[in-house]
């Protein structure tokens, strides 16, 4: 019986991993593309008005936070994005969720910028490429989390020198001056080789390999 228990729990602390994962549209992963060299009007990024948010979990909870970004620039020629990239500060990561408890959320930052995870001080950049932008028109059965989508985005993500190709539905609105893009999905960060504390086996001292990210980036020409 005490064996069959601890089989249960072991089992039952694997699904609330999983199911602790914010409800989002998946992220399609693929070898890096070819990067085509962006055409037309260049949209510089509001880099103080646009935020990149996170949110990681276990089975004990989950953490949230934000990262900015550092520049970049999306190209668009006759309201089609023909390319671009965007350069993420990893040294702007901030937990939000421990506002309140000083040196918990420092402790917190201090492992997410460590080697075991971003290793923020030799890599201190994560940078998204865009490869293809597609307009987006659903299907019978395409049921997609972010409502509206308006585009399928496909971009190298290069975290710790490691690049993968990335598809995600995203909002994009165009403005008389700018244009701002809206996105919400999960990333498997084992992809990137931060495999830190990802082995189910570890129970309680699981950390989920999916993350979410968000963005919403606004941008001017």
């Given at each position: 019986m005490?064996?069959?228990?601890?089989?249960?729990?072991?089992l039952?602390c694997?699904i609330?991993?999983?199911?602790?994962?914010?409800?989002?549209?998946?992220?399609?992963?693929?070898?890096?593309?070819?990067?085509?060299?962006?055409?037309?009007?260049?949209?510089l990024?509001?880099t103080?008005?646009?935020?990149v948010t996170?949110?990681?979990?276990?089975p004990?909870?989950?953490?949230?936070?934000?990262?900015?970004l550092?520049?970049?620039?999306?190209?668009?020629?006759?309201?089609?994005?023909?390319?671009?990239?965007?350069?993420?500060?990893?040294?702007?990561?901030?937990d939000?969720?421990?506002?309140?408890?000083?040196?918990m959320k420092?402790k917190l930052?201090n492992e997410?910028?460590?080697?075991?995870?971003f290793?923020?001080?030799?890599f201190?950049?994560?940078?998204?490429?865009?490869?293809e932008?597609?307009?987006?028109?659903p299907?019978?059965g395409?049921?997609?989390?972010?409502k509206?989508a308006?585009?399928?985005?496909?971009?190298?993500?290069?975290?710790?020198?490691?690049?993968?190709?990335i598809?995600f539905p995203?909002?994009?609105?165009?403005t008389?001056?700018?244009?701002?893009a809206?996105?919400?999905?999960n990333i498997?960060?084992?992809?990137?080789?931060?495999s830190?504390r990802?082995?189910?086996s570890?129970?309680?001292?699981?950390i989920?390999?999916?993350?979410?990210?968000?963005?919403?980036?606004?941008?001017?020409?």
């Amino acid at each position: 019986m005490k064996k069959l228990l601890c089989v249960i729990f072991i089992l039952t602390c694997g699904i609330i991993a999983c199911e602790q994962a914010p409800k989002a549209d998946k992220a399609k992963v693929t070898d890096a593309q070819t990067v085509q060299t962006g055409t037309g009007h260049a949209y510089l990024p509001d880099t103080a008005n646009s935020v990149v948010t996170w949110t990681g979990t276990k089975p004990t909870g989950k953490h949230h936070g934000t990262l900015k970004l550092a520049g970049g620039a999306l190209y668009v020629k006759d309201s089609v994005i023909t390319g671009g990239q965007f350069i993420i500060n990893m040294h702007s990561l901030q937990d939000v969720d421990l506002a309140g408890d000083t040196a918990m959320k420092r402790k917190l930052e201090n492992e997410l910028k460590g080697e075991m995870f971003f290793d923020v001080k030799k890599f201190p950049a994560a940078t998204f490429e865009i490869t293809e932008v597609t307009s987006f028109h659903p299907a019978v059965g395409d049921e997609l989390t972010l409502k509206e989508a308006t585009h399928i985005i496909k971009g190298n993500l290069t975290l710790k020198s490691v690049t993968k190709n990335i598809s995600f539905p995203a909002r994009v609105e165009f403005t008389s001056n700018g244009l701002s893009a809206m996105a919400n999905f999960n990333i498997d960060r084992t992809e990137w080789g931060i495999s830190y504390r990802a082995d189910k086996s570890l129970q309680d001292k699981l950390i989920n390999s999916q993350v979410n990210i968000t963005f919403d980036i606004r941008a001017n020409r």
